[in-house]
């Protein structure tokens, strides 16, 4: 049974920093292509970032050259490290292998 648990999430001012986590189980992890999504009060749940097992990594607009996607194949976990932060990036974050969810974690950027 695949298992993704995120963590890492918070209240955070605008312009700060968060490194979100996300654990994979059940999976061989090191042979995957893994994806952060997030999803904001009302909205659609919209691709951030994803990372191939060759740690080719790819970024929405929204977030590029703002936030960094990577993965610690020794430990089966997935991280996205997010910097200048903005109250648009308030949603849940979710973690995502092709096929399952995680439980997702909450980012809330407001002063």
């Known amino acids: 049974q695949v298992q993704l648990v995120e963590s890492g999430g918070g209240l955070v001012q605008p312009g700060g920093s968060l490194r979100l986590s996300c654990v994979a189980s059940?999976?061989?992890?090191?042979?995957?292509?893994v994806a952060w999504y997030r999803q904001a009060p009302g909205k659609q749940r919209e691709w951030v970032a994803t990372?191939?097992?060759?740690?080719?990594?790819h970024y929405s607009d929204s977030v590029r050259d703002r936030f960094s996607i990577s993965r610690d194949n020794a430990k089966n976990t997935l991280y996205l490290h997010m910097n200048n932060l903005k109250p648009d990036d308030t949603a849940v974050y979710y973690c995502?292998?092709?096929?399952?969810w995680g439980q997702g974690t909450q980012v809330t950027v407001s002063s």
């Open positions: 995502y292998n092709g096929d399952d």
């Open positions: 059940g999976m061989i992890f090191r042979m995957g292509v």
């Open positions: 990372i191939t097992r060759k740690y080719e990594t």
